[in-house]
């Protein structure tokens, strides 16, 4: 059973940076393809961020230049780097790992960002 925990959400003030990061239970993490995505009430699931196996970053066009996303194999980790925060980007950011063996995917639980005075 694949477990992702995520960590690093909070108010923030615009302008500001967090860190968000998500554990993996998996083994063999490097054959994952990791990925950020972010929710609003009433709207869809959007892709922020992602890295394929063997790949490199991609990112939406809304937080190319300002948000930075990184994996590391040994701690089983990806992370998020947001800096230069605008309001617009309150949401429910959420970790998403897919599998490149048999394309299952699975969601972590969702952590709130807020940016806010």
């Known amino acids: 059973q694949v477990q992702l925990v995520e960590s690093g959400g909070g108010l923030v003030q615009p302008g500001g940076a967090l860190r968000l990061s998500c554990a993996a239970s998996v083994s063999a993490f490097s054959l994952y393809d990791v990925a950020w995505y972010r929710q609003v009430p009433g709207k869809e699931r959007e892709f922020v961020a992602d890295?394929?196996?063997?790949?490199?970053?991609r990112y939406a066009d809304s937080v190319k230049g300002r948000f930075t996303i990184s994996r590391d194999t040994a701690t089983k980790t990806v992370d998020l780097q947001m800096t230069s925060l605008k309001p617009e980007d309150t949401a429910v950011y959420y970790c998403?790992?897919?599998?490149?063996?048999?394309?299952?995917?699975?969601w972590g639980q969702g952590t709130q960002v807020t940016v806010g005075s």
């Open positions: 998403r790992l897919e599998s490149t063996y048999s394309r299952n995917f699975w």
């Open positions: 890295i394929i196996s063997g790949g490199s970053p």
